[in-house]
């Protein structure tokens, strides 16, 4: 009879295990938690490549993402796309991107992102690809990007929500 709550405890214990993510590749720096990193595989001869990742603010007051580095690249910015009169521009965030007190940035594929420019070395899926960011408050910290499939919406390879609102074209004739 004793067994019987050993196999309660361990299905309770794996329960909660399920339940909670395991987040290991969290990095934290100063009141800033980085999640989520990670980027696309690219084809060979690709010089650019976007780097996505989650952060969040823990703290009191703004901190704000002023440059990023990567050895792989030549160049490497904080960008933006947004729409102007119906026509979607990226350009460099010059003044840096602003993680408010209590708040969550996504970088996100046809968002704010990394761009990594001049590659050295084209990205392949499953690499780990070494970046650098620096903020304004909290200095800098080493993440790594997790190389996913070349067509990823989200980390993981998974499609995420974004793929599943795309149309299946893959039945179609050209």
């Given at each position: 009879?004793?067994?019987?709550?050993?196999?309660?405890?361990?299905?309770?214990?794996?329960?909660?295990?399920?339940?909670?993510?395991?987040?290991?590749?969290?990095?934290k720096v100063g009141d800033l938690v980085i999640s989520q990193?990670?980027?696309?595989?690219?084809?060979?001869?690709?010089?650019?490549?976007?780097?996505?990742?989650?952060?969040?603010?823990?703290?009191?007051?703004?901190?704000?993402?002023?440059?990023?580095?990567?050895?792989?690249?030549?160049?490497?910015?904080?960008?933006?796309?947004?729409?102007?009169?119906?026509?979607?521009?990226?350009?460099?965030?010059?003044?840096?991107?602003?993680?408010?007190?209590?708040?969550?940035?996504?970088?996100?594929?046809?968002?704010?992102?990394?761009?990594?420019?001049?590659?050295?070395?084209?990205?392949?899926?499953?690499?780990?690809?070494?970046?650098?960011?620096?903020?304004?408050?909290?200095?800098?910290?080493?993440?790594?990007?997790?190389?996913?499939?070349?067509?990823a919406q989200a980390p993981g390879g998974g499609g995420g929500?974004?793929?599943?609102?795309?149309?299946?074209?893959?039945?179609?004739?050209?």
């Amino acid at each position: 009879m004793q067994k019987l709550p050993t196999i309660f405890a361990l299905a309770a214990f794996s329960a909660v295990m399920i339940a909670a993510p395991v987040r290991a590749d969290d990095v934290k720096v100063g009141d800033l938690v980085i999640s989520q990193a990670w980027s696309r595989a690219t084809p060979g001869g690709a010089k650019v490549a976007g780097g996505f990742l989650t952060i969040e603010n823990k703290g009191t007051v703004p901190d704000r993402l002023v440059a990023v580095s990567a050895e792989i690249a030549g160049k490497a910015e904080v960008h933006e796309m947004a729409m102007d009169n119906g026509v979607m521009k990226m350009r460099p965030l010059d003044k840096g991107l602003v993680i408010g007190p209590g708040k969550t940035v996504k970088l996100a594929p046809g968002g704010n992102h990394l761009m990594l420019q001049d590659l050295k070395a084209p990205f392949k899926e499953g690499e780990k690809v070494p970046v650098t960011l620096e903020f304004e408050k909290a200095g800098k910290v080493s993440i790594s990007l997790d190389v996913q499939g070349v067509g990823a919406q989200a980390p993981g390879g998974g499609g995420g929500m974004m793929m599943k609102k795309m149309p299946d074209h893959s039945g179609m004739k050209m």
